[in-house]
């Protein structure tokens, strides 16, 4: 079975700080993808960032960066310089390849302090 | 960039009612759409997995008769909640994919709120 764990149900960030999400996961497969979801109070899921499990450099994007540590099923999620627009439900999901299928994790939400 | 809608946003009905859920792409084809459900303070469960022109495939331990999907065009698809219960009252959320792109272009909708009394 594949499984998606976020230990953090909820973080808390200073504005201009940054912040690291913690998200772990495990899957017998090896070809696979991690993926950062967003999800605003709008309930409007954004992709945030993407990491394909062949590639040993870290997928960045702006100020997101991830942390991917395959031998240890770990993905974390840093966001640098957080703004008042980062505030939000955040997603940590796992799709094998070959299927459409995403595995989320349970979220945790992040409250950006002015 | 696409965007894909739901209606309604929200809907409230009685114990034994019918509800249905639109989920559209509004500027893009979509061969395939997807049904997740979130409840409160969870992760998106996915449902069933809707292709145009063909019967829906249901994730295990989803009761199909209850959740029925309908795709009948590239830019619809719908769920019904069939004789709605309170157990059943949930966050509602569709994505799409447009044919010819990766498993992982998948543009969510906003998502209906189901509220059954």
């Known amino acids: ?114 | 960039g696409a965007v894909v809608s739901q209606h309604p946003s929200w809907v409230i009905c009685k114990s034994g009612t019918s509800v249905k859920i639109e989920c559209r792409s509004l500027d893009f084809q979509a061969t395939t759409m997807f049904w997740y459900r979130q409840f409160p303070k969870q992760s998106l469960m996915l449902m069933a997995t809707s292709n145009e022109g063909s019967k829906a495939t249901y994730e295990q331990g989803v009761e199909k008769d209850k959740f029925l999907i309908n795709h009948a065009s590239l830019t619809l698809s719908t769920l019904t909640v069939t004789s709605a219960h309170p157990e059943d009252s949930s966050f509602y959320i569709c994505s799409a994919r447009p044919p010819g792109t990766s498993a992982d272009t998948q543009y969510f909708g906003p998502g209906t709120r189901l509220t059954v009394l």
């Open chain 1, 1 to 114: 079975a594949q499984t998606v764990t976020q230990s953090q149900p909820e973080m808390s960030v200073q504005e201009a700080e940054t912040v690291t999400l913690s998200c772990t996961y495990d899957t017998s497969e090896s070809d696979y993808y991690l993926f950062w979801y967003k999800q605003p109070p709008s309930r409007q899921m954004i992709l945030v960032i993407r990491q394909e499990a062949y590639k040993q450099q870290n997928a960045t994007e702006n100020r997101f960066s991830v942390n991917f540590q395959k031998a240890a099923k770990s993905f974390s999620l840093k966001i640098s310089d957080s703004q008042l627009g980062d505030a939000a439900m955040y997603f940590c999901a796992l799709r094998t390849s070959g299927t459409y299928k995403y595995i989320f994790g349970t979220g945790t939400r992040l409250k950006v302090l002015a």
